[in-house]
């Protein structure tokens, strides 16, 4: 059974999620496109291009986005800009293990 699961977690599954989509707000338009990154898939021992899946249950589907272009802005405040997706001084290259 723990062979199992292990393996549950090694197979890459493909997923469903659209490559780009567009949030409207008013004449405002946030336009995202899925994040991808190059792993390993042990079953064709080769490096693919990969979106995510959900972590605590491996069959399960997962999708990242990054905004590629727009800016929210209601009034006089900037919420979101390309670019600019993270919160913290960690960049993306510190959480990779």
């Not at 727009?70 to 993270?86: A, M, S, T, V, Y």
Request: glycine share 8%; proline share 3%; charged share 30%.
């Amino acid at each position: 059974m723990a062979r199992d699961i292990k393996e549950m977690y090694r197979r890459v599954i493909e997923d469903n999620f659209p490559e780009q989509i567009t949030i409207s707000f008013g004449n405002q338009a946030l336009i995202y496109r899925k994040r991808r990154w190059k792993i390993l898939d042990e079953s064709k021992g080769e490096i693919v291009e990969q979106g995510l899946r959900y972590g605590e249950n491996p069959h399960q589907r997962a999708a990242l986005y990054e905004l590629i272009n727009g800016n929210l802005i209601l009034g006089d405040c900037k919420f979101i800009e390309p670019g600019r997706g993270l919160v913290s001084a960690i960049t993306e290259e510190d959480m990779q293990q």
